[in-house]
């Protein structure tokens, strides 16, 4: 996937182009669209997957979850086209066998351990030992100590597991996650973070949902964004803070001498803004490969030695803030 | 597919059993099932051996009338309502398993809960008084545990189906059950046609002669009609669940 920003302005033309991968794309939406009455919940978005992970991000009622349905089989599109390893997931029941879905919503059978739900989920995919495939499910999501207890009496974090590791005991192709670490504490989101990238490592495709920043950035760098039912921006994040030219990036500098350093660099045209602070010199520029080679002539010619050079708002967080205020 | 939609509805019958067997709902409808009997203690206490007398008063008054659609309208609405309501319908949906494999699942677990205690409740309550009255009593009990066989899958069919429609199911089962049922088709008799009670007594004809009043169709009439509401209502349930959809929610 390549990193993209959908045009500004435009109503109709804010979907970002399909970008095929390498190889044929397991999941794909072309102009998707959907609607309900005059409310538009997702609006001629355009993508396409491959093994991997990605992000799916978005404030509430971006029409992440929508989506993420569509590409389910569980809701047919107004308009559009949505694939899902080339064939339509609506109305197709034997499409679950390469989807693992873990839905928003965490309600699960109370009444059930969590070994029998996730033997439940096996026996329904018609795996000949499901036995064997729920326990080592379990085992993937850290749950053994707690397989043999009723779900009701699961904490908020353990259903989410147990969830994860319903959907992913007949070893899916793809896995789509609504929210996966919601009510997981820190030590389960990185376990669990973990898991998602080695399912990628083995070719698997995860699209998961999430409105927790920290998450995406941890767990890959593609992502897509979802703003007011239209695709934002696809692609690795940094490239797409890369692409935003009509915002000036922030850089912060640590230097043995920010004053002369703020000197010469303010008589380039590529900096837009030079601001002391304690200990800190704060740049504004428009290019950021441009600025890369400017800081190193500029500190070299001023005499100055660099200790620290960041790009302070390369942060998925300022790439979503901006995207969403756009 | 076929194999594993077939494999898959003891499964899924199995969890629905578990899911209707709540302890609240189980408690109330014991209770209501234990009413029949109770009438029939008194039945018995009282010394009074009229099989007719029963038949109507109890088991068709209380038993077809009030406790088999109430039970069949508790479990029917909840097969697919409760779970639609709490979102666990999409870890039965999100399946490879053909859709009529659920619906059948669905209507094998309601309706035998509802078959298991409406029936258990007839035959302990005809064992009371009936039993002893000979052959008349003995087929008197055999026609309401028919009646209540063909009642419990066609009302479950019934209100399984509207509860794929509307979260509603509940309020409009008890409305066709007390208003349609109840007032009208004593006002329009041509509503036999379309009531599940007189199917069900229909069929209860063919064991035992009930009073013209109460049954207004021959089971000639009644078992082909029984049959067809259930073969149109699982078609149409199957249909239904075939375009399910989930709502996008709040994101």
């Known amino acids: 996937m390549t990193a993209q920003i959908a045009p500004d302005p435009a109503p109709d033309q804010n979907a ?21 009455g005059n409310v538009v919940a997702v609006n001629d978005v355009s993508f396409s997957l491959g093994p991997g992970v990605t992000g799916l991000l978005g404030p509430n009622g971006a029409g992440k979850t929508t989506l993420l349905h569509m590409l389910a089989g569980f809701l047919v599109p107004s308009a559009g086209t949505v694939l899902v390893m080339g064939r339509s997931p609506s109305r197709d029941p034997s499409v679950y066998r390469q989807i693992g879905l873990v839905p928003e919503r965490e309600s699960v059978y109370p009444f059930l351990t969590g070994f029998e739900y996730v033997r439940f989920n096996a ?9 064997l495939a729920s326990r080592d499910a379990i085992h993937r999501v850290g749950l053994d100590d707690a397989m043999d207890r009723p779900i009701g009496t699961y904490s908020k974090g353990m259903r989410q597991r147990a969830k994860v590791a319903g959907a992913l ?5 793809i896995l789509l996650l609504d929210e996966p670490f919601n009510g997981m504490d820190p030590r389960q989101r990185m376990a669990m973070m973990d898991l998602l990238g080695q399912m990628a490592a083995a070719g698997r495709t995860i699209l998961f949902s999430s409105h927790i920043l920290e998450e995406v950035e941890r767990v890959g760098t593609e992502i897509l964004v979802m703003v007011a ?14 692409l935003m030219t009509d915002r000036p990036h922030m850089i912060t500098i640590r230097s043995s001498d920010d004053r002369r350093l703020a000197t010469a660099l303010m008589a380039d045209p590529a900096v837009f803004a030079v601001e002391l602070g304690k200990d800190l010199l704060s740049v504004r520029t428009a290019h950021l490969s441009t600025f890369r080679r400017l800081i190193a002539g500029a500190s070299r010619s001023a005499g100055v030695r660099l200790f620290e050079v960041v790009s302070a708002d390369e942060s998925l967080e300022s790439v979503f803030d901006y995207l969403v205020r756009r | 597919m076929f194999a594993r939609s077939v494999a898959a509805i003891p499964e899924i019958g199995q969890i629905t059993l578990r899911q209707l067997l709540g302890r609240r709902r189980t408690i109330l409808l014991l209770l209501l099932s234990a009413v ?11 010394r009074v051996a009229d099989v007719s007398g029963f038949a109507s008063g109890v088991l068709d008054a209380v038993g077809v009338t009030l406790l088999l659609p109430i039970v069949a309208v508790l ?4 097969a697919f309502g409760a779970e639609i309501e709490d979102g666990t319908v999409i870890y039965l949906l999100a399946k490879p398993i053909s859709r009529w494999a659920v619906v059948v699942a669905k209507l094998i677990g309601a309706t035998g809960m509802t078959a298991f205690l409406t029936i258990a409740s007839v035959f302990v309550s005809g064992a009371i008084v009936l039993a002893p009255l000979g052959e008349d009593g003995a087929a008197a009990t055999r026609a309401f545990v028919a009646a209540m066989a063909v009642g419990s899958i066609c009302y479950v069919s019934l209100f399984l189906v509207l509860s794929l429609f509307t979260r509603r199911a509940l309020l409009i089962g008890l409305v066709y059950v007390l208003v349609w049922e109840g007032a009208l088709s004593s006002l329009l008799p041509g509503i036999a046609n379309l009531s599940i009670r007189q199917y069900s007594l229909g069929v209860a004809n063919a064991f035992w002669q009930m009073k013209s009043n109460e049954a207004h169709l021959s089971p000639s009439t009644a078992l082909p009609l029984a049959v067809i509401l259930v073969v149109v209502t699982f078609f149409i349930a199957t249909w239904r669940l075939t375009r399910f959809e989930l709502p996008g929610g709040t994101d």
């Open chain 1, 229 to 242: 039912g239209r695709l934002a921006a696809s692609g690795d994040y940094r490239a797409i803070r890369a």
């Open chain 1, 123 to 131: 026996r329904l995919q018609g795996l000949h030992n499901a036995d």
């Open chain 1, 16 to 36: 970002v182009a399909p970008s095929p991968g390498p190889s044929a794309p397991t999941i794909e939406l072309v102009d998707a669209a959907r609607w309900y």
């Open chain 2, 36 to 46: 029949p009997v109770l009438l029939a203690v008194v039945f018995w206490a009282a």
């Open chain 2, 75 to 78: 479990f029917g609405t909840a």
């Open chain 1, 169 to 173: 005991v007949h070893d899916p192709q």
